[in-house]
């Protein structure tokens, strides 16, 4: 839509003043608590068309999941073209978002300003994809609408936007010397800066942002079904996607494939002046007999789909890696991968079953994985160990991400830390003053906020025994958690989500011995404290992987309640890495968050996993208290034991999609795919049975609030 369609207008959220005329670019519905008033300013036109489709599948992704959410892009592209065209023309399997409003003039300064203005009662605004011409118009919109970051909030100020720049490539380095200098003006105006690798993080400090998270990137849908085509024998036909700046392992490769006369070569992408210049040589070489052909400018989704689905081997020749989604995309076509051996491909490929990695830089060792790859029967083997990726997850872990950066709660989270704030009001005569004043001094940052939360929620409040014992009052339980922080004197252990193979998956079965060993042996190389049950450890593992993906925002700042009792080994691994989790223990008839007195949606994560996990009884119960004790975007991670009826508390296949009907019913949403392998595995784990009286595996489920 090219109009705006002005809504009523609605009172300023105390930022400033919106001059007579101006309407906020709102919805016009009244939401609920939970759900955010999103604003994503993005690019929409032909230029950039992978960020186009970006922006519309988060735009899309966000509304979906019950936020409201409106689109703001540019009237016309940054750089001239013969017609002006919408981006779902370059990708048809990317729909356009309904609520879109072309409102920014690159050649009008006051469009900036006025949609800024507009802008003042959303909750947060997301700036994907600002390329460094673009900066002086975001900067303009950001201070108009009250989004820059200041620290902290002022005395009886209300609240205002956080601002967020989603970053989809390499940020520019110091040597770019223009170009850095305004990026930098931008990252250290906003509250947040998400990034697609590990590897942007110093970079994106360096250049001045305030607080950095990290979100692998969604693979983009592209046309075509690669997994479909036949077997074919002959030449190795390697395909490259390239881009501007990341030119150095290209020339690797090149002249690895000189030497290896079975393997021919596609180089596709936008490459411009000196580089498309410089390639052209290298692919002129007579040496390589014609078997190299560069194919210059954009890749629309289909024309993509076509060049996935004629070659056989992705190749990534990339000695750094500031995307995330260019592995998934070879395996959502049945494409094994060739990558240096750096991160994050370092984890996303499995080398010898679905590809091939090399030490970085190393030409000889590519040399070698080429005539590896020359050999038929290798190539169908890889071929054949390439998984569909889960496209439901990653775009669970990604909105996860976003939904934390962007919550209003961040910017009173975000305060000053020193420990000179005064006590919340209403607890000055429950004894936890001094304790948190303390821990506020001392914990980690990330301990501090939880610390914050949970009494702003909880305390005072009694946990009272269902069956009629007398239980610790939860003052006492944060009082507890805050003391283990503090008397913590083991470092940290350092643990991001891109530390996480992807086979610890969310939602997952296990249904064999070997997976419980395989994650026990996977927690001591990651530095996690050692635990003797294999079971626990594959469920908290999972667990600690979802919340870690999906709902920490860097600070380790995330309320979690595990309800796995004070020897829970989820809360042994969470309190590791940085987090304060509250352990809870409840023996009554229904043992659940229930008996947890907390505001509604003040909780960000709730776990009820093995050994103390859920059964088919009291699955349902779960489901509908934190339903309402869970913030949009909060995680709740069961485990439910799976065996033939006769098995006491199990639940069958069957039973688990009745579970996620409920739950869909209730506002939660599956982390992971039912349909890929989970369930398969389930039936594989049944088939296996050797007693019609005993549960056959266990099923962990990770739901995230709508």
């Given at each position: 839509?090219?109009?705006?369609?002005?809504?009523?207008?609605?009172?300023?959220?105390?930022?400033?003043?919106?001059?007579?005329?101006?309407?906020?670019?709102?919805?016009?519905?009244?939401?609920?608590?939970?759900?955010?008033?999103?604003?994503?300013?993005?690019?929409?036109?032909?230029?950039?068309?992978?960020?186009?489709a970006?922006?519309?599948?988060?735009?899309h992704?966000l509304?979906?999941a019950g936020?409201?959410v409106t689109?703001?892009?540019?009237?016309?592209?940054?750089?001239?073209?013969?017609?002006?065209?919408?981006?779902?023309?370059?990708?048809?399997?990317?729909?356009?978002?309904?609520?879109?409003?072309?409102?920014?003039?690159?050649?009008?300064?006051?469009?900036?300003?006025?949609v800024?203005r507009?802008?003042?009662?959303?909750?947060?605004?997301?700036?994907?994809?600002?390329?460094?011409?673009?900066?002086?118009?975001?900067?303009?919109?950001?201070?108009?609408?009250?989004?820059?970051?200041?620290?902290?909030?002022?005395?009886?100020?209300?609240?205002r936007?956080?601002?967020?720049?989603?970053?989809?490539?390499?940020?520019p380095?110091r040597s770019?010397?223009?170009?850095?200098?305004?990026?930098?003006s931008?990252?250290?105006?906003?509250d947040s800066?998400?990034?697609?690798?590990?590897?942007?993080?110093s970079?994106?400090?360096?250049?001045?942002?305030?607080h950095?998270?990290?979100?692998?990137l969604?693979?983009?849908?592209?046309?075509?079904?690669?997994?479909?085509?036949?077997?074919?024998?002959?030449?190795?036909?390697?395909?490259?996607?390239?881009a501007?700046?990341r030119?150095?392992?290209l020339e690797?490769?090149?002249?690895?494939?000189?030497?290896?006369?079975?393997?021919?070569?596609t180089?596709?992408?936008?490459?411009?002046?000196?580089?498309?210049?410089?390639?052209?040589?290298?692919?002129?070489?007579?040496?390589l007999?014609g078997?190299?052909e560069?194919?210059?400018?954009?890749?629309p989704?289909d024309?993509?789909?076509?060049l996935?689905?004629?070659?056989?081997?992705?190749?990534?020749?990339y000695?750094?890696?500031?995307?995330?989604r260019?592995?998934?995309?070879?395996?959502?076509?049945g494409?094994?991968?060739?990558?240096?051996?750096?991160?994050p491909?370092?984890s996303?490929?499995?080398?010898?079953?679905?590809?091939l990695?090399?030490?970085?830089g190393?030409?000889d060792?590519?040399?070698?994985a080429?005539?590896?790859?020359?050999?038929?029967?290798?190539?169908?083997?890889l071929?054949?160990g390439v998984?569909t990726?889960?496209?439901?997850?990653?775009?669970?872990?990604?909105?996860?991400?976003i939904e934390?950066?962007?919550?209003?709660d961040?910017?009173?989270?975000?305060?000053?830390?020193?420990?000179?704030?005064?006590?919340p009001?209403?607890?000055?005569?429950?004894?936890?003053?001094p304790?948190?004043?303390?821990?506020?001094?001392?914990?980690?940052p990330g301990?501090?906020l939880?610390?914050?939360?949970?009494v702003?929620?909880?305390?005072?409040?009694?946990?009272?025994?269902?069956?009629?014992?007398?239980?610790?009052?939860?003052?006492?339980?944060?009082?507890q958690a805050?003391?283990?922080?503090?008397?913590?004197?083991?470092?940290?252990?350092?643990?991001?989500?891109?530390?996480?193979?992807d086979?610890?998956?969310?939602?997952?079965?296990l249904?064999e011995p070997?997976?419980?060993?395989?994650?026990?042996?996977?927690?001591?190389?990651?530095g996690l404290?050692?635990?003797?049950?294999d079971v626990?450890a594959?469920?908290?593992?999972?667990?600690?992987a979802?919340?870690?993906?999906?709902?920490?925002d860097?600070?380790?700042?995330?309320?979690?309640?595990?309800?796995?009792?004070?020897?829970?080994?989820?809360s042994?691994?969470?309190?590791?890495?940085?987090f304060a989790?509250?352990?809870?223990?409840?023996?009554?008839?229904h043992?659940?968050?229930a008996?947890?007195?907390?505001?509604?949606?003040?909780?960000?994560?709730i776990?009820r996993i093995?050994?103390?996990g859920c059964?088919?009884e009291?699955?349902d119960?779960?489901?509908?208290?934190?339903?309402?004790?869970?913030?949009?975007?909060?995680?709740l991670v069961v485990?439910v034991p799976i065996?033939?009826?006769?098995?006491?508390?199990?639940?069958?296949?069957?039973?688990?999609?009745?579970?996620?009907?409920?739950?869909h019913g209730?506002?939660f949403?599956?982390?992971?795919?039912?349909?890929?392998?989970?369930?398969?595995?389930m039936?594989?784990?049944?088939?296996?049975?050797?007693?019609?009286?005993?549960?056959?595996?266990?099923?962990r489920?990770?739901?995230?609030?709508?």
């Open positions: 839509m090219s109009h705006d369609p002005r809504p009523p207008h609605r009172p300023s959220r105390g930022t400033g003043r919106r001059t007579r005329g101006e309407a906020a670019y709102g919805s016009t519905s009244d939401a609920g608590s939970a759900a955010l008033r999103v604003a994503i300013v993005g690019p929409a036109h032909l230029d950039e068309e992978t960020a186009v970006h922006t519309a599948m988060l735009a992704h509304s979906d936020h409201e689109l703001v892009t540019w009237t016309a592209p940054s750089r001239s073209r013969s017609s002006v065209t919408a981006a779902s023309a370059e990708h048809p399997h990317v729909a356009p978002f309904p609520r879109t409003i072309r409102a920014l003039s690159r050649t009008r300064p006051d469009t900036w300003v006025r800024g507009r802008l003042r009662d959303v909750d947060a605004v997301l700036l994907v994809h600002p390329v460094p011409t673009s900066v002086p118009a975001h900067r303009a919109l950001l201070q108009a609408a009250g989004a820059v970051h200041t620290g902290s909030l002022p005395h009886g100020a209300g609240p936007p956080q601002s967020v720049v989603v970053c989809l490539d390499a940020l380095g770019r010397l223009v170009e850095g200098r305004l990026v930098s931008l990252l250290s105006r906003v800066v998400l990034v697609p690798s590990a590897g942007q993080v970079l994106a400090r360096d250049l001045g942002a305030h950095v998270s990290v979100a692998a969604p693979p983009l849908p592209a046309g075509g079904d690669g997994t479909a085509r036949g077997w074919r024998r002959g030449p190795t036909r390697l395909l490259a996607l390239e501007a700046g030119l150095d392992g690797l490769l090149l002249r690895a494939v000189r030497a290896v006369p079975d393997v021919s070569l180089v596709a992408g936008e490459l411009r002046g000196a580089d498309a210049a410089r390639i052209g040589r290298l692919a002129a070489d007579p040496a007999g078997r190299v560069v194919r210059e400018g954009p890749l989704a024309v993509l789909g076509a996935l689905g004629i070659h056989d081997v992705l190749a990534l020749p000695l750094s890696a500031p995307s995330t260019e592995v998934a995309l070879g395996h959502l076509h494409l094994p991968v060739l990558a240096f051996e750096v991160p491909f370092s996303q490929v499995t080398d010898g079953l679905d590809g990695l090399v030490p970085c190393d030409e060792a590519l040399t070698t080429l005539r590896r790859l020359g050999d038929p029967n290798v190539r169908r083997r071929a054949e998984q990726p889960d496209l439901t997850a990653s775009w669970a872990h990604y909105l996860g991400a934390t950066l962007s919550a209003p961040r910017l009173a989270a975000a305060g000053p830390r020193d420990g000179a704030g005064s006590e009001a209403g607890h000055a005569g429950r004894g936890l003053g304790t948190l004043s303390r821990a506020r001094q001392v914990a980690a301990a501090r939880v610390a914050d939360r949970l702003r929620s909880v305390a005072g409040q009694e946990v009272t025994d269902v069956a009629g014992r007398a239980s610790d009052t939860v003052a006492r339980r944060v009082r805050a003391s283990r922080v503090l008397a913590g004197r083991r470092p940290l252990v350092t643990l991001q989500p891109g530390d996480l193979p086979w610890v998956r969310a939602t997952d079965v249904g070997e997976q419980a060993d395989d994650a026990r042996r996977l927690s001591r190389i990651l404290p050692r635990s003797l049950d626990a594959w469920a908290a593992l999972g667990a600690l979802a919340i870690l993906r999906v709902r920490d860097g600070l380790r700042s995330s309320v979690i309640v595990d309800e796995g009792g004070t020897r829970s080994l989820l042994r691994w969470a309190r590791a890495v940085g989790p509250v352990e809870i223990h409840f023996t009554g008839e043992p659940s968050v008996a947890l007195d907390v505001d509604t949606g003040s909780l960000d994560v776990v093995h050994p103390h059964d088919g009291d699955v119960h779960v489901l509908e208290q934190a339903s309402w004790a869970l913030g949009s975007g909060g995680l485990t065996g033939p009826r006769a098995a006491e508390g199990a639940i069958g296949p069957a039973d688990v999609r009745a579970i996620l009907a409920r739950a209730l506002g949403v599956l982390v992971g795919d039912l349909d890929g392998d989970v369930t398969a595995r039936r594989t784990a049944a088939s296996r049975a050797r007693a019609d009286d005993a549960a056959y595996g266990l099923v489920l990770t739901l995230r609030r709508r």
